[in-house]
């Protein structure tokens, strides 16, 4: 059973830096897409990035590219999101989720196979 738990979540003032975590278990993650989700109160769950475990390719929502950064340790089974020059828009909860087809195209719809609880993030002005 997959089980993907995220921390990190937190207040930060404009401008400042956030790292998420996602703990991944439950199966080899070698082969799957790892993604971080976000999703404002009142709005759609929206993709920010995403990460070909097994070769390390990362893809990013327009909004983030530049400022976030994802990645994989392979040793800890663990999913980073680094977050800088955040902005009050980022405000929002992070889902972390997981997927073993690798298929961009469902992203953009939120669809990937197993997610997380969630973290929230608040970004001050």
């Known amino acids: 059973q997959v089980q993907l738990v995220e921390s990190g979540g937190g207040l930060v003032q404009a401008g400042g830096s956030l790292r998420l975590s996602c703990a991944a278990s439950g199966r080899t993650f070698s082969s799957y897409a790892m993604g971080w989700f976000r999703q404002a109160l009142g709005k759609e769950r929206e993709f920010v990035a995403a990460?070909?475990?097994?070769?390390?390719?990362?893809y990013y929502a327009d909004s983030v590219k530049g400022r976030f950064t994802i990645s994989r340790d392979d040793a800890e089974n663990t999913v980073y999101l680094q977050m800088n020059s955040l902005k009050p828009e980022d405000t929002a909860v992070y889902y972390c989720?997981?997927?073993?087809?690798?298929?961009?195209?469902?992203?953009?719809?939120?669809?990937?196979?197993?997610w997380g609880k969630g973290t929230l993030v608040t970004v001050s002005s």
């Open positions: 989720a997981a997927d073993p087809v690798f298929r961009p195209s469902a992203w953009h719809g939120g669809r990937m196979d197993y």
């Open positions: 990460i070909r475990w097994s070769v390390g390719t990362t």
